[in-house]
Each structure stands twice: as C-alpha cells, then as structure tokens.
Antibody, heavy 125, light 113 residues
Framework: QITLKESGPTLVKPTQTLTLTCTFSGFSLTSISSSGVGVAWVRQSPKKALEWLAVMYWDDDRKYSPSLENRLTITKDTSRNQVVLTMTNMDLEDTATYYC??????????????WGHGILVTVSS | DIVMTQSPDSLAVSLGERATMNCKSSQSILNSSNNKNHLAWYQQKPGQPPKLLIYWASTRESGVPDRFSGSGSGTDFTLTISSLQAEDVAVYYCQQYYTAHRTFGQGTRVGIK
C-alpha cells in the first residue's frame, strides 16, 4: 500500500526558506523496477486552487514549475524513502496547503494516483 | 502552459439527478502515440486531499462508484455524476498530465439543490 506524509514547519516568516519533507512507503525511487515513478509536490491556496510545483523521478531527473523554478529545489534521500522540497524567499502569497503526490506508472503512467494528507504552511511575520 | 478551464464554477443538483461539468484544455491533450487523452478528474472534500476518480479521461479508478463517468477527447472533456448522492458534495478538478508541467482547472463545486 502506497502512503505519503508531509512534514515540516507550519509557520514561516517572510523571506525565510521553507523545507518540506515527504516520507513515503509502498514504492521505491531507487531501482530500475521503479522506472517512471516520481514524487511531486502540489500546493493549494484559496486564490490559486491546485498548483503543481515540482517532481522528482526515480532516475534523478527533476522538473520545476516555470513560474517558481528559481526558488525551488527538489531532492531525494533514497535511504530514508524521502523527497525534500525547499522554497526560498517565502512570501505571504505562499501560504497554502502543500501536498506530496505519487506519480504512477504502467496503467497509471503519469497519473497523480496517491496523495498525502497535506501540510498547511502559513507565512506571517 | 496548458490552461485548463472548468465550467460551471458551481452547480446545485437535486439528489438522484444528473450532474454534468466540463473541462476545456487550451491545446489538445490527446497523445497520438497511445491514442489516450492525458486527463484526470479528482474529487476533493473539505479537509481532505484530492482523490483520483477518473484517468485517461474515461477510466474509472478502482472503488469509484459507476455513477461517475468521464468522456471527451482532444480539448473538451466532461465529468458526469448520473445520480447525485449526498456524499458526492465536493469540489471536482480536472488536470492534464500531457506535459511535465501539470496544470489543474479551477474546480467545479457541486452541491445539493
């Protein structure tokens, strides 16, 4: 069974860097058998609905939202089954619930089929 | 970016009646190599993450009631709830996964009339 769980600070100040960790189970991001698997981050704010941020693939490839690319870094720690997202220079507009999402393979190729429960991050001074 | 536009923003339907919502992409999301539309529908209830309902535009996810159906191709897609139940009150989002830069529609809120 695939599960994902987000962790990190729930309150950050403007200009600070946010670091979120996704800890997952039920799949691997390490081996050839994981071909096509990815872990993505999606956020949701009242103003912007759902917004895709970044994805980390099993083969170390990564993609970023063009509008946020200069502020985002996504990495993986395969020994801990974790994917980490950092976002620099946080602003009030970045207040949102951040979700960690599994990118499916095979019959679910490319589909966001499993979602974490999300973590609400508030940006406030 | 592929822009996804949903309509209407909200709708209210009587219990047992049909609910229909639309999603339009700014360019075709039909993959000619596999003849599949890279379109998913999600249901989101308050305080919960989005839940996958439909993928490849019309394939129902395991466990999803058969009153939910998806249709369409190219740029125009529809999600239909054939007989609305109380537990279907939620916001429904479409999403394209044709490009690495995934984009979502703004959502359609479904309520009870």
């Amino acid at each position: 069974q695939i599960t994902l769980k987000e962790s990190g600070p729930t309150l950050v100040k403007p200009t600070q860097t946010l670091t979120l960790t996704c800890t997952f189970s039920g799949f691997s991001l390490t081996s050839i058998s994981s071909s096509g698997v990815g872990v993505a981050w999606v956020r949701q704010s009242p103003k912007k609905a759902l917004e895709w941020l970044a994805v980390m693939y099993w083969d170390d490839d990564r993609k970023y939202s063009p509008s946020l690319e200069n502020r985002l870094t996504i990495t993986k720690d395969t020994s801990r089954n974790q994917v980490v997202l950092t976002m620099t220079n946080m602003d009030l507009e970045d207040t949102a619930t951040y979700y960690c999402v599994h990118r499916g393979t095979g019959a679910y190729e490319g589909v966001f089929d499993y979602w974490g429960h999300g973590i609400l991050v508030t940006v406030s001074s | 970016d592929i822009v996804m536009t949903q309509s209407p923003d909200s709708l209210a339907v009587s219990l047992g009646e049909r609910a229909t919502m639309n999603c339009k992409s700014s360019q075709s999301i039909l993959n000619s190599s596999n003849n599949k539309n890279h379109l998913a529908w999600y249901q989101q209830k308050p305080g919960q993450p989005p839940k996958l309902l439909i993928y490849w535009a019309s394939t129902r996810e395991s466990g999803v009631p058969d009153r939910f159906s998806g249709s369409g191709s190219g740029t125009d897609f529809t999600l239909t709830i054939s007989s609305l139940q109380a537990e279907d009150v939620a916001v429904y989002y479409c999403q394209q996964y044709y490009t690495a830069h995934r984009t979502f529609g703004q959502g359609t809120r479904v309520g009870i009339k």
